[in-house]
């Protein structure tokens, strides 16, 4: 690639959420994105840590139900904004975590709808 080709690259800025939950909250949270308007997120399943809840495994059973999912998803901040606000009464009630950060973008027409870009 010709460093002229690097010129031409546009960063847009966005906000990033991240959404580690157990699966049976799996539905929840993908109703939740689309209604807050988000075109796609990526599902990262039998997710393994540590947290306050103590340590968590993969999968311990054979189903979705039993394990733990991870959500990222990329928009604007009105959008995250609506599925953090979501999330907070899951979150008061039980065990999961979410992660907000900003990031950028190449191909803003794959993560904002045209009329939101203006």
């Known amino acids: 690639m010709s460093m002229g080709a690097t010129d031409e690259l546009v960063f847009h800025q966005l906000k990033k959420i991240e959404i580690i939950v157990r699966g049976e909250r799996q539905v929840f949270v993908r109703d939740l994105l689309a209604?807050?308007?988000?075109?796609?997120?990526?599902?990262?399943?039998?997710?393994?840590?540590?947290?306050?809840?103590?340590?968590?495994?993969?999968?311990?059973?054979?189903?979705?139900?039993?394990?733990?999912?991870?959500?990222?998803?990329?928009?604007?901040?009105?959008a995250i904004r609506r599925v953090a606000a979501g999330l907070k009464p899951v979150f008061e009630k039980g065990s999961g975590v979410m992660f907000i950060s900003d990031t950028h973008v190449v191909r803003l027409e794959h993560f904002v709808p045209a009329e939101e870009r203006g």
């Open 35 to 78: 209604g807050a308007g988000l075109s796609g997120w990526t599902l990262i399943r039998d997710v393994a840590g540590q947290g306050h809840h103590g340590f968590h495994e993969g999968r311990l059973l054979w189903n979705d139900q039993a394990s733990v999912v991870m959500f990222m998803a990329v928009g604007t901040e009105t």
